[in-house]
């Protein structure tokens, strides 16, 4: 999957847990995202980022922080997971001159 | 609400015959871009179409874009079982920008 690693594949978690995701690339590439696949709603974005540090909000970003300190990592934090978060997340990352996204495989996040 | 609406939700049909999924999209766009995802895994780029295109092809894939009804096509040619799988268009506001993605066409090929 276009050295995109996503980890872990599969969690379960108890309701107000802080849970963190972890995107990791070996392509360089500057943009990274996050998005939420839920049935009936498709792909949404969570956050994304676009270098070292410079991330910003997607269309459902409440209850979500990310941090990005080095170019291959991208982490996506639940503060304190809820039941409505369960879904299964991707990440994506994208090159400066190119404008298709490469995805990872998913992380099947469920709260209990 | 998304910006791209897909339908069929679902489509089955037979191997070999062809398979058409249609994505409407309510803003202007910069690109119209085909995801496929199979299942358990992510998706995978098919093909960029922009605005100023009309027709693209692609081995079996055609795709057209008429930005007059803020539409697209995906046609799928000599459907195999292998093609099963969720499609979905996602479209660029401008050059670069973060795509949105619709709800997908989850197509069934039976052989």
């Known amino acids: 999957d276009a050295g995109i690693t996503q980890s872990p594949r599969h969690k379960v978690t108890e309701t107000g847990t802080p849970v963190t995701l972890r995107c990791h690339q070996t392509?360089?590439?500057?943009?990274m995202y996050w998005y939420r696949q839920d049935p009936g709603h498709g792909l949404r974005l969570i956050h994304y980022?676009?270098?070292?540090?410079?991330?910003d909000k997607g269309e459902v970003s409440d209850g979500y922080s990310v941090s990005r300190s080095k170019t291959e990592d991208f982490l996506l934090t639940l503060e304190s997971a809820t039941s409505s978060q369960t879904s299964v997340y991707f990440c994506?990352?994208?090159?400066?001159?190119?404008?298709?996204?490469?995805f990872g495989s998913g992380t099947q996040l469920s709260v209990l | 609400s998304q910006q791209g609406e897909e339908d069929p939700q679902a489509l089955s049909i037979q191997e070999g015959e062809n398979a058409t999924m249609n994505c409407s999209y309510k803003?202007?766009?910069?690109?119209l871009q085909w995801y496929r995802q199979n299942s358990g895994r992510g998706l995978v780029h098919l093909i960029l179409?922009?605005?100023?295109?009309r027709e693209k092809h692609s081995g079996r894939l055609r795709v057209t874009l008429d930005t007059s009804k803020k539409s697209s096509s995906l046609l799928i040619t000599a459907s195999r079982a292998a093609d099963t799988a969720s499609y979905f268009c996602?479209?660029?506001?401008?050059?670069?920008?973060?795509?949105?993605f619709g709800e997908g066409t989850q197509l069934t090929v039976n052989p």
């Open positions: 994506a990352i994208r090159g400066a001159a190119n404008e298709k996204l490469f």
């Open positions: 392509e360089n590439h500057r943009y």
């Open positions: 980022s676009y270098g070292v540090k410079d991330t």
């Open positions: 803003t202007s766009i910069n690109n």
């Open positions: 179409i922009r605005s100023n295109e």
């Open positions: 996602a479209t660029a506001l401008a050059s670069g920008s973060r795509l949105t």
